[in-house]
């Protein structure tokens, strides 16, 4: 059976998303502003989006009969125009159910945040270890659907003798997708001992990796501190593959890792299916965690990346606090006699500064990796914390260091 994979070619698209009590209007259009990036990065274009207010996503079509009835108008006013929709993007993982009854009201092809995230994974990796990983990860998506590929074959009548092609073709597939779900988990195994291998052939180098929310800047980080050419792009994950390099700063070196960035709402199985490619944040010395100031929710982004470090190392680890793109980052002003309480919006840079660096201490700096701004106080701080954990494993270099150190002051 070949990869599965969700052909999306400049397809004009509507989004859909709720407004819950658990997730307030502001939030929501947070979250699908971000499934329109998502969406883009496929190679689709939102088009449209709709909110609904509900208590929950409805159990049988996740939208209520009116919000429903909306969308299908939206996409039957468009029908053989040069807007013509050919998507409908879900901004939460659709149940089995919800996306077979969605198929056939829309009649055209309906995807969720999930499968999204699969297809772009799908189109980003380059490597075997990265294929494999992504379509492990499909595979565990596609198993619980299938009744929703074969509606047109379902057997009107159940009972003995009466078992029809459709329920025969299900059985079928799903035996070959759990034998193949089996294959690549035994796959990833064998592909995981290369790597535990080649990291223990690394020798004892300090280890520092760079983590961060997707689309953060990690990449081009990496490119400035290694002076490789890591790939890197505007775009959601442009980077899937765990990219190590030697890294020196003065006479100091260590191995420095770009991984891939995190998101809200990461699919589980595809957490599960990448545990292998964090194992370099797992094995890491000390983290980079780079943040994009520019972002108005940035700190929602640390939240969601600490969450999800916490959730793969299960410790606490020596880190950096990287706030990057300060060139892009801009606020709005507020004038003296307006009286409505300050937003983080309202919050100068030098403001965002004296509130984060106080608190974190020397673990936190300011820079522009693009412009490379304050690029050589980013390399001092690295220095001095990569040296802090090489003298504990190396402790008769310590002398070394510290002549180096003092040459360096004449």
């Known amino acids: 059976m070949s990869k599965i994979t969700t052909e999306i070619y400049s397809e004009n698209a509507i989004l859909v998303g709720l407004i819950t009590p658990n997730q307030d209007e502001k939030k929501a259009k947070e979250y699908i502003d971000e499934l329109a990036f998502l969406a883009d990065t496929a ?31 939206y996409i039957k006013e468009r029908e053989e125009t040069e807007d013509e929709i050919g998507l409908v993007i879900f901004d939460d993982e659709l149940t089995p159910k919800q996306l077979k009854n969605l198929d056939k009201e829309f009649e055209i092809k309906v995807l969720d945040r999930t499968n999204l995230i699969l297809d772009i994974f799908a189109k980003r990796a380059q490597t075997a270890h990265a294929k494999t990983q992504v379509e492990l990860a499909q595979y565990k998506y596609l198993l619980p659907r299938l009744t929703r590929m074969w509606t047109h074959l379902e057997r009107q009548r159940g009972g003995i003798g009466m078992r029809g092609p459709g329920e025969t073709q299900i059985e079928t597939d799903r035996r070959i997708i759990l034998n193949k779900i089996s294959w690549l988990k035994e796959e990833l195994v064998s592909i995981d001992k290369q790597k535990s291998t080649q990291r223990k052939n690394r020798g004892k180098l300090v280890r520092v990796a760079l983590v961060g929310y997707t689309n953060v800047g990690k990449s081009t980080i990496m490119n400035m ?21 030697k890294v020196t700063i003065e006479n100091l070196p260590f191995l420095l890792s770009d991984t891939v960035g995190f998101i809200r709402k990461l699919p589980h199985d595809l957490i599960e299916s990448f545990k292998s490619t964090l194992d370099e944040v797992r094995e890491a010395d000390l983290l980079i965690h780079v943040v994009d100031i520019s972002n108005p929710t940035f700190e929602d982004q640390i939240e969601v990346v600490e969450k999800t470090l916490h959730e793969i190392t299960k ?22 006699d307006d009286l409505t309480p300050k937003t983080k919006e309202n919050y100068s840079l030098d403001e ?38 090489h003298i504990t494993r190396f402790p008769y270099n310590d002398f070394l260091y510290q002549v180096y150190d003092d040459d360096e002051l004449k």
């Open 225 to 245: 501190l290694s002076k490789s050419d890591v790939f890197a792009e505007n775009k959601l994950f442009a980077t899937l593959d765990t990219t190590v390099r």
């Open 352 to 389: 965002l500064k004296s509130t984060w660096m106080p608190k974190l201490q020397e673990n936190c700096i300011f820079i522009s990796a693009h412009e490379k701004t304050n690029l050589e106080e980013f390399k001092s701080l690295l220095y001095k914390k990569v040296k802090e954990i």
């Open 43 to 73: 190679g689709a274009y939102p088009k449209k989006i709709f909110f609904q207010k509900l208590e929950g996503p409805n159990s049988i079509t996740f939208v209520g009969p009116g919000k429903l009835e909306e969308i299908k108008t």
């Open 315 to 336: 410790e606490s680890k020596p880190s950096i606090l990287v706030f990057n793109k300060i060139d892009a980052f801009s606020y709005i002003h507020k004038d003296e």
